[in-house]
């Protein structure tokens, strides 16, 4: 692949390279102005680089230019739930590390939970993170409003504060955000704007502690049953909601259902549950590799799930609106102590792994194609979240840009990390499709195994009205 040349100007050429969209895949090139695509065609002449250059007033000066022969073109990835972990636990992660990861992983644009230390619950704090991510950041990003038992004034001000939605943890999760009474619940959905997104951490905690105290981790129900009230108050107050991390067969049935009534509501899946599953935890005979993280690093919330939930996730994918990391990075003392903390990272494996299911399937039975990766993960998230300009491959969009080598196949594990937490469940794991560079707004920020993107050169992004 040839480098970009270090020019004064930022008028950009990729050639040669295989884009994939919803629709497919075509042999195109790609012109980029500054931060947006230009152009997008089978094949880009040096005379229909003069005539755009007429045409849009562009200085007649040289161009950089990337020869993408062999490789695969997505749009910048997009994941709606990441713990960039600041403020207050930057020992683990930070806005820096955390994007870094993101850029490393194919991601141009995160949205990041309020379950932060303090938690991001009002101006003031919203305010705070904030700037903490304007400073570090080297990938666009959006920050949620957390719900509280008493800030729905707050979250239904309007203007709103810049909010990419609103996040209740109807379930307990890491940090102090809980919201598992019914009027609190209720007077979010009544009264927070229809225009943005409710997106729920739904495990019905009543049933969480009664389980907890025979012994028994989350099981299945404890998801149904909030997912069954979540889906029932989008239903009653006419608003949309989001269930995250998707886990066990009868959600994805009550979306389903629910999708086909009209109900407004839309839903999530993580890798660590569609690769992940308590069988595959529970093995003795695993390589010591992937052995080095058991038991307490599989620990999440929702918990892994039996093979028959993992299976159905995979069977009803056409139901699900995007896949979301929930990346959530502690430190390996963390996760070996005696109280070890629910979350794993995920940024930088969840293309390689989903490349690898689909590049696999394709010659089989098709679960997963790479035009569903683009749909799950590039324009599906753009869409549900309103971010203008993003998930999708137009002249006229921002030039967020991941180039894969579909052909590069290796273990996770076998080099260093981004995140700051230094681990993955994933380890050791054989994978196929490599992340060799990734653009955000038309600038390289990730070149094969190095970062060039300043901190804080990541854009806060605003759902559009």
């Known amino acids: 692949m040839t480098e970009p040349r270090p020019v004064s100007q930022n008028i950009l050429v990729i050639r040669n390279g295989t884009l994939v969209g919803e629709n497919g895949l075509r042999q195109s090139d790609i012109v980029v102005a500054g931060e947006r695509i230009l152009a997008v065609a089978h094949s880009i002449r040096a005379d229909d680089l003069a ?20 490789l695969l073109i997505f749009p910048g990835l997009i994941d709606v739930h990441i713990h960039a972990r600041e403020p207050g636990g930057e020992h683990k992660e930070d806005w820096y590390s955390a994007t870094c990861a993101a850029v490393a992983g194919g991601v141009t644009t995160v949205l990041a939970m309020p379950n932060t230390s303090p938690p991001v619950i009002d101006a003031p704090s919203f305010a705070y993170a904030l700037d903490r991510a304007q400073r570090k950041a080297v990938c666009d990003f959006g920050l949620y409003l957390g719900a509280t038992n008493t800030n729905q004034s707050v979250a239904e001000q309007t203007p709103h504060l810049g909010e990419c939605g609103l996040k209740m943890y109807m379930g307990s999760s890491t940090g102090d955000l809980l919201v598992n009474e019914f009027a609190p619940q209720y007077e979010h959905f009544a009264r927070y704007p229809a225009e943005r997104l409710i997106a729920v951490h739904a495990e019905h905690e009543p049933a969480v502690q009664y389980f907890a105290s025979r012994g028994a981790r989350r099981p299945p129900i404890c998801a149904d049953l909030e997912t069954a009230r979540a889906i029932t108050l ?19 049935e009550l979306v389903r259902d629910a999708k086909s009534r009209g109900v407004p509501v839309t839903c999530e899946v993580t890798p660590h549950h569609l690769f992940l599953n308590l069988d595959y935890e529970l093995r003795a005979d695993l390589p010591k590799e992937l052995r080095l993280h058991q038991p307490t690093c599989y620990a999440m919330n929702p918990p892994l799930r039996e093979v028959s939930h993992m299976q159905a996730l995979w069977e009803n994918l056409d139901v699900v609106d995007c896949v979301a990391t929930d990346h959530a990075p502690h430190t390996l003392q963390e996760k070996h102590s005696a109280r070890p903390p629910s979350g794993v990272p995920g940024l930088e494996t969840m293309l390689p792994l989903l490349l690898t299911s689909a590049l696999e399937e394709t010659a089989r039975s098709e679960r997963l194609t790479l035009s569903d990766i683009v749909r799950l993960c590039c324009a599906g998230p753009a869409r549900l979240f309103r971010l203008a300009g993003k998930g999708t491959i137009a002249p006229g969009f921002d030039a967020d840009l991941t180039l894969v080598d579909p052909n590069s196949e290796w273990t996770i594990g076998d080099k260093p990390l981004f995140t700051k937490c230094g681990w993955t469940p994933f380890a050791g794991r054989r994978v196929r499709g490599a992340v060799r560079q990734t653009f955000v707004r038309g600038r390289l920020a990730f070149d094969r195994h190095t970062v060039l993107a300043l901190a804080g050169s990541g854009r806060h992004v605003i759902p559009s009205t």
């Open 51 to 70: 005539a755009l250059r007429v045409r849009h007033d562009l200085p007649d000066e040289p161009y950089s230019i990337v020869d993408a022969a062999g």
């Open 234 to 252: 989008a239903e009653y107050c006419r608003r949309p909601v989001h269930i995250c991390h998707l886990s066990t067969r009868r959600e994805i």
